[in-house]
């Protein structure tokens, strides 16, 4: 994100605490792609539901952000849980393969879509995912966010990029 | 502008970050361009809806931004500056807010929501007293001027005022 799209959307925030809704609804449309890209890659079909109710949580619980120079690092935070709650939340009604079956060898067709190997990712894979190598955060800033141990985020990272590997190599 | 979310879900957004803002919905039987020919004709339809309102005049448009002159029925006057495109509608003055939106519904008709009410004097904050009320009557006149012949909605404005 360049700096001056960035210090726009701190200067939406600050006015927007301050009272101004005009400030508040071109803050909106000024998020939402943003929220959207953090949660389309975790949540993926429910990306649309995550979006909104990241986008919900970020304005209902707006006032209380304290400095708004940490807006985007704050908005991240929520739009990861939100992702990883509703992609949670969708999985346990749609049970999802387990990461150990995929991708096989032999399996081209499956082996060679991305999108099929990000869905069989459990939603907490493809948040460190989404926050190591799209967001660009170290290890211990991702583990920070989303409150696990670095070794854990470590792991999880490890395991989601080889199954990418194994995918492409497949 | 494309939007990941719809305009429904926009006003319940904002409304999120608006403390004592509620928030009405309903569903109506007509399509989304009759809907919004009534609630985005702010010198027309607009004003025979929401309760308070005698007399709406717009003074200034550029693009989807809007500056209007609002009378209401107790005397009162607001400039009003928002933004107003189909489907959507935020005006804010000193003293109110008024948020309107409308998405079509997937099982047929349009979902409308209201939203808004007096402004604490220069805060993103509604005073709460009678805030729903109000905006249940502006959905009940929106709902009967959608789905009322034309010469009943004369008929209604004459009453009122």
Do not use: C, K, W
């Given at each position: 994100?360049?700096?001056?799209?960035?210090?726009?959307?701190?200067?939406?925030?600050?006015?927007?605490?301050?009272?101004?809704?005009?400030?508040?609804?071109?803050?909106?449309?000024?998020?939402?792609?943003?929220?959207?890209r953090v949660c389309e890659p975790i949540?993926?079909?429910?990306?649309?539901?995550?979006?909104?109710?990241?986008?919900?949580?970020?304005?209902t619980s707006l006032r209380t952000l304290k400095d708004p120079q940490a807006l985007y690092g704050w908005v991240r935070?929520?739009?990861?849980?939100?992702?990883?709650?509703?992609?949670?939340?969708?999985?346990?009604?749609?049970?999802?393969?387990?990461?150990?079956?995929?991708?096989?060898?032999?399996?081209?067709?499956?082996?060679?879509?991305?999108?099929?190997?990000?869905?069989?990712?459990?939603?907490?894979?493809?948040?460190?995912?989404?926050?190591?190598?799209?967001?660009?955060?170290?290890?211990?800033a991702a583990a920070a966010l989303l409150a696990i141990p670095p070794g854990t985020a470590k792991s999880r990272l490890s395991r989601a990029r080889s199954s990418f590997r194994k995918a492409w190599s497949a | 502008m494309m939007y990941a979310v719809d305009a429904v879900t926009r006003l319940r957004i904002m409304a999120a970050a608006v403390p004592g803002a509620r928030v009405v919905e309903r569903v109506l039987p007509a399509p989304l361009e009759a809907v919004w020919a009534v609630m985005g004709d702010l010198e027309g339809g607009f004003g025979d809806f929401q309760p308070d309102m005698r007399r709406v005049r717009v003074l200034r448009v550029s693009g989807d931004r809007v500056e209007v002159l609002a009378s209401s029925r107790h005397g009162f006057r607001a400039r009003l500056r928002g933004h107003l495109q189909p489907g959507w509608c935020w005006l804010q003055s000193r003293f109110l807010i008024i948020g309107m939106a409308a998405a079509p519904e997937p099982g047929g008709g349009t979902r409308v929501a209201l939203t808004g009410g007096v402004r604490i004097p220069a805060r993103a904050a509604i005073v709460p007293l009678g805030t729903r009320r109000e905006l249940e009557r502006a959905a009940v006149r929106l709902e009967a001027l959608v789905t009322s012949p034309p010469g009943v909605h004369t008929e209604s404005k004459r009453g009122r005022s």
């Open positions: 994100m360049s700096t001056e799209r960035r210090e726009r959307g701190v200067a939406l925030a600050r006015a927007a605490r301050a009272g101004n809704t005009l400030a508040l609804h071109d803050l909106l449309d000024h998020l939402t792609p943003y929220v959207a949540a993926l079909a429910d990306g649309p539901d995550a979006t909104q109710e990241a986008l919900v949580a970020v304005f935070a929520i739009a990861v849980r939100e992702a990883v709650r509703v992609a949670r939340r969708a999985a346990r009604a749609r049970p999802a393969t387990e990461l150990a079956d995929v991708p096989q060898p032999g399996d081209p067709q499956l082996a060679a879509d991305i999108a099929d190997v990000l869905a069989r990712l459990s939603p907490d894979h493809r948040a460190v995912l989404v926050l190591r190598d799209v967001e660009g955060l170290d290890e211990d | -």
